[in-house]
Each structure stands twice: as C-alpha cells, then as structure tokens.
C-alpha cells in the first residue's frame, strides 16, 4: 500500500527547556491519515548523530502528571537532555494509549483498576496489546535526512522501525525516576513487551 509524507507546517516553539521548532506532519496510507509533529533544537545536518525521541501521545501523564505510567517524566528528559546538547529531534505520534486511543484507554485503566495489567485490560477490550508500527517516525526522521541517531527509548521495536529504513542506532537508556506507582506498568513493559529496562 503507497504511502505519501506531507509537512505541512512549521512554526516556532518556545519552552521552559529552550527554543525548538515544530513540523506539523501529515502521513496518508490508503484511506489512513495519521498525524505526528517534531520538535526539533538545532540545526539537523545528514552527518550528524543527533539526540532522538519518538514519543506517542499520552494525554493521561504528558497533560494530566498521571503517575500510572513514565511517560512525562520521559518526555522532559528528552526535552532537557537536547537541550544541553543544543541539538536534536522528539517526533510526538498521535497514538494515544499505544494507539487505542484516549475512551479505550480509559476503559483499560478502568479494568487495571480491577487487577488487570496493561496487556491484559486491552486483551480484555478485545484490543491489540500495541496497534503502533513507528513508520510515520522512520519516514520523519529520512525527511529530516538523518543517516544516524542516538534514539531514546527502551523499545526494541522503535529500533527495528529505524533500522529497516536504513537508519543506523545508537540506544540511549530513556529510564527514569518514575516513582512507585508506575512500577507495576513498567514490570509488564519489561517482562510482557521486552522493553529494556534495567532499574527494576
């Protein structure tokens, strides 16, 4: 199935971490349309090995401070870590609840309320454990011309999205401080999911 890759805006963004950029990303598969932006500090050139998060959306911790999951803590080390280089890119998918999506997730707390884990409750909604594919990710990161990065992430399968684009990989741990409460949620990403966690 074609997939075409349109940016569609791009604008200024200050932050309490610094200045960055935002592209406004717009990805059509199909009868698919799917939505991504990038943060970007700094000037990306093809021979550099910039910093790189690929962040989905998670309305709950990003906006809400949720502590069930890491999610924002992840995301503000990403944002301070480029900005103590002065260089580097976060692509923010719209893929809230790893893309089930904001009612489901909700739905899915709602079932871990009961004594479920993360990949049960969705199994139980009769979900994907992930409906993610990070192609929209790659195919930004190509945009931006980037032949290498230093990715920040535990996610094996974001590496593998890199890779098969011919996008060579560096790991950088994205492990936090996440507290107490999101400890069950990152046992089950370990464990469950393979994420490559070490501090548990």
Not at 113 to 128: H, I, K, M, R, S
């Amino acid at each position: 199935m074609s997939s075409s890759l349109q940016m569609a805006a791009e604008a200024r963004l200050p932050s309490r971490f610094g200045e960055f950029r935002i592209f406004a990303f717009e990805q059509r598969t199909g009868q698919q349309l799917d939505e991504a932006v990038a943060l970007v500090m700094g000037e990306l050139r093809p021979d550099d090995c910039p910093l790189y998060r690929i962040h989905s959306q998670c309305l709950t911790g990003d906006v809400f401070h949720s502590l069930r999951c890491d999610c924002r803590a992840q995301l503000e080390q990403a944002m301070e870590q480029i900005a103590g280089e002065g260089k580097g890119l976060i692509v923010y998918e719209m893929k809230e609840g790893r893309g089930i999506g904001i009612v489901n997730k909700v739905r899915a707390y709602a079932l871990q309320d009961g004594g479920a884990d993360t990949v049960e409750a969705n199994l139980q909604l009769g979900l994907d454990v992930d409906l993610r594919d990070y192609r929209l990710p790659a195919a930004i990161a190509q945009w931006f011309g980037l032949k290498q990065v230093r990715l920040m992430s535990n996610n094996p399968e974001k590496i593998a999205a890199l890779e098969a684009v011919g996008i060579h990989v560096k790991r950088i741990s994205a492990e936090t401080d996440a507290g107490d409460q999101a400890g069950d949620y990152l046992r089950v990403k370990k464990e469950k999911l393979g994420h490559l966690i070490d501090g548990l």
